[in-house]
Protein backbone atom coordinates (compact mmCIF):
# COMPACT_ATOMS: atom_id res chain seq x y z
CA UNK A 1 0.00 0.00 0.00
CA UNK A 2 3.42 2.21 0.11
CA UNK A 3 4.64 3.57 -3.16
CA UNK A 4 8.18 5.22 -2.75
CA UNK A 5 9.12 7.75 -5.36
CA UNK A 6 12.85 8.62 -5.06
CA UNK A 7 14.13 12.44 -7.00
CA UNK A 8 16.90 14.61 -6.60
CA UNK A 9 19.61 12.41 -8.16
CA UNK A 10 21.83 13.76 -10.89
CA UNK A 11 25.26 14.79 -11.96
CA UNK A 12 27.32 16.77 -9.63
CA UNK A 13 31.06 17.38 -9.14
CA UNK A 14 33.22 16.22 -6.24
CA UNK A 15 32.68 17.94 -3.50
CA UNK A 16 29.54 19.29 -4.78
CA UNK A 17 26.29 18.66 -2.83
CA UNK A 18 22.85 16.48 -3.77
CA UNK A 19 19.55 16.29 -1.75
CA UNK A 20 17.77 13.03 -2.66
CA UNK A 21 14.23 12.88 -1.74
CA UNK A 22 11.76 9.78 -1.19
CA UNK A 23 8.01 10.56 -1.38
CA UNK A 24 5.78 8.39 -0.07
CA UNK A 25 1.93 7.95 -0.78
CA UNK A 26 -0.77 5.49 -0.13
CA UNK A 27 -0.63 5.71 3.44
CA UNK A 28 1.69 7.22 6.34
CA UNK A 29 4.94 5.92 6.68
CA UNK A 30 5.47 7.71 10.22
CA UNK A 31 5.46 4.03 11.95
CA UNK A 32 7.98 2.78 9.58
CA UNK A 33 12.14 2.82 9.66
CA UNK A 34 13.12 4.24 6.69
CA UNK A 35 16.72 4.13 4.59
CA UNK A 36 18.60 5.05 1.94
CA UNK A 37 20.73 1.95 0.28
CA UNK A 38 22.99 2.76 -2.79
CA UNK A 39 24.14 0.09 -5.67
CA UNK A 40 27.13 0.65 -8.06
CA UNK A 41 27.23 -1.54 -11.02
CA UNK A 42 29.11 -4.89 -10.37
CA UNK A 43 28.22 -4.61 -6.61
CA UNK A 44 25.75 -5.55 -3.94
CA UNK A 45 23.36 -3.16 -2.90
CA UNK A 46 24.37 -1.45 0.65
CA UNK A 47 22.95 0.58 3.29
CA UNK A 48 24.32 3.87 3.72
CA UNK A 49 21.73 5.40 6.05
CA UNK A 50 19.08 4.05 8.45
CA UNK A 51 16.05 6.13 10.55
CA UNK A 52 13.55 4.74 12.86
CA UNK A 53 10.07 5.76 13.27
CA UNK A 54 11.49 7.83 16.03
CA UNK A 55 13.72 9.50 14.39
CA UNK A 56 17.27 7.82 15.39
CA UNK A 57 19.65 7.60 12.34
CA UNK A 58 22.78 5.57 11.70
CA UNK A 59 25.01 5.91 8.72
CA UNK A 60 27.82 3.77 7.02
CA UNK A 61 30.90 4.83 7.93
CA UNK A 62 32.15 5.82 3.66
CA UNK A 63 29.42 8.51 3.98
CA UNK A 64 29.71 9.11 8.02
CA UNK A 65 30.11 12.75 8.13
CA UNK A 66 28.95 13.84 5.24
CA UNK A 67 25.73 12.30 4.76
CA UNK A 68 22.27 12.90 6.29
CA UNK A 69 19.12 10.74 6.61
CA UNK A 70 16.17 13.37 7.55
CA UNK A 71 12.17 12.84 7.65
CA UNK A 72 9.23 14.94 7.42
CA UNK A 73 6.31 13.18 8.77
CA UNK A 74 3.94 16.15 7.73
CA UNK A 75 5.11 15.84 4.21
CA UNK A 76 5.68 11.90 4.63
CA UNK A 77 8.83 11.92 2.77
CA UNK A 78 12.39 11.42 3.35
CA UNK A 79 15.54 12.85 2.73
CA UNK A 80 19.26 12.34 1.79
CA UNK A 81 20.99 15.36 2.29
CA UNK A 82 25.22 14.34 0.61
CA UNK A 83 27.93 16.89 0.79
CA UNK A 84 31.67 16.58 -0.06
CA UNK A 85 30.10 13.74 -2.68
CA UNK A 86 33.18 11.33 -3.89
CA UNK A 87 33.37 9.63 -7.60
CA UNK A 88 33.05 6.38 -5.15
CA UNK A 89 29.22 7.96 -4.20
CA UNK A 90 28.03 6.97 -7.75
CA UNK A 91 25.86 4.61 -7.45
CA UNK A 92 21.56 4.32 -7.72
CA UNK A 93 20.51 5.26 -4.48
CA UNK A 94 17.34 3.41 -3.62
CA UNK A 95 14.65 4.45 -0.79
CA UNK A 96 13.41 1.77 1.78
CA UNK A 97 10.49 1.47 3.85
CA UNK A 98 10.04 -1.17 6.48
CA UNK A 99 7.29 -1.78 8.97
CA UNK A 100 7.85 -4.95 11.57
CA UNK A 101 4.49 -5.79 12.92
CA UNK A 102 3.30 -7.11 10.87
CA UNK A 103 5.53 -6.85 8.25
CA UNK A 104 6.08 -4.90 5.06
CA UNK A 105 9.11 -4.12 2.87
CA UNK A 106 8.63 -1.59 0.59
CA UNK A 107 11.48 0.10 -1.93
CA UNK A 108 11.34 2.92 -4.37
CA UNK A 109 12.49 2.92 -8.33
CA UNK A 110 16.06 4.31 -7.47
CA UNK A 111 17.88 7.59 -8.55
CA UNK A 112 20.91 8.03 -10.03
CA UNK A 113 24.01 9.73 -8.73
CA UNK A 114 26.78 10.10 -10.75
CA UNK A 115 29.77 12.48 -9.23
CA UNK A 116 32.26 13.55 -11.97
CA UNK A 117 34.45 16.33 -13.55
Known amino acids: QVQLVESGGGLVQPGGSLRLSCAAS????????MAWYRQAPGKQRELVAHITSGGTTNYADSVKGRFTISRDYAKNTVYLQMNSLKFEDTAVYYCNAVRLIPKNDYWGQGTQVTVSS
Open 26 to 33: GRTISFYN
